[in-house]
């Protein structure tokens, strides 16, 4: 594990910061628009609207990858010339999306400024594979990946890797949560461990959050935001458009540019150059936490490994339901006295009895020499 992430950190090593002239590096960066380009009126509507609040970088889908036929899938090529409009007017950067060698041609030749790829292509190799050799031989352009639909670290590592290779260097990753099956309070699940082990395997790589995506609902937008930004994520892409309520796409989780303006001021920035003297104490502190529940566990599955050795000697089956219905019911009640998640300590103790259980398969089938 620690040669791999030390490889993937030499093959990323050349990459560049995403910086823009007349943007402050030390601000998160914002990048907002309309979910979908419908006409030439929103678009330039919302666009001043973004501009006169201070937004640099505008945003808008020219191709709109849908789930299922028959939604609206893009204003296509005439969209590049209201993008171009945008620039023109309020002297912001562009991005759009793209998802083959066609949208990604059409876009460079139209000057657009980021290129984003969409979770769902993000999620197929050849796809990727297509997009990454129609950027050879333009290392200046930006390039965000965003997560596939699936939490599959590896295959968006794999699909950023694909860009590096092709001589992407000003590149970077966005999160927008991961699909699920069912109603849940996030239209995508965040999962933030997959997003951190990003950072860790590629600690150079800027990472920006989707909180639009994220959370399918306006209301969700800033607290997602501010999630996002406490965990040290380099900037936001959200979603704004000047009549959010009658959308052609995804019109549940676009504000207008006056309401982002709001979130935006509510936003707080946490100052990352405060003395951590402290913070290396409590860090010190959960060091010796951590090493004391390791040898907890450790104590734990050598206690198992003896009531293996039993259940062998005795012929009993490894799994006791029962017991094992007491444990979870026990230890979530505990956990709540505690002042600890239920719902946190019920995983925990799956794993912890998968782990058991192994272990004293181990022992049952373990031949004696």
Known sequence: MIYRIMSEQKLFAELQPIVFEGIDPDKPLVIAGPCSAESEEQVME????LSKNGIKIFRAGIWKPRTKPGGFEGIGLRGLLWMHQVKKETGMYTAIEVANR???????????????????TSANPFA?????????????????????VNPD????????LRLYNAGVRRLGAIHRGFSTYGKHLFRNEPQWHIPIELHRRIPNLPIICDPSHMGGKRELIGPVSQQALDMGFDGLIIESHCDPDNALSDAKQQVTPESLNLIINTLVLRDTKQSTENLTLLRQHIDQCDNELLEVLSKRMAVCREIGQYKKEHNMQVVQ????????????????DLGLSGDFVQVVMQAVHEESVRQQIDVINKQIL
């Not at 919302?46 to 609207?49: E, L, M």
């Not at 066609?102 to 769902?120: F, K, Y």
């Open 321 to 336: 339901n029962n017991r094992y219905s007491d444990i979870m019911s026990n230890r979530v009640a505990q956990a709540k």
């Open 102 to 120: 066609e949208h990604v041609t059409a876009a460079l030749d139209a000057g657009i400024d980021i290129l984003w790829i969409g979770a769902r």
């Open 153 to 160: 670290i590896e295959l968006w590592i794999g699909a950023l």
């Open 46 to 49: 919302t666009a001043k609207g």
């Open 128 to 148: 990727m594979q297509e997009i990454a050799d129609a950027l050879k031989g333009h290392d200046e352009a930006t390039v965000l990946v965003k997560n596939p």
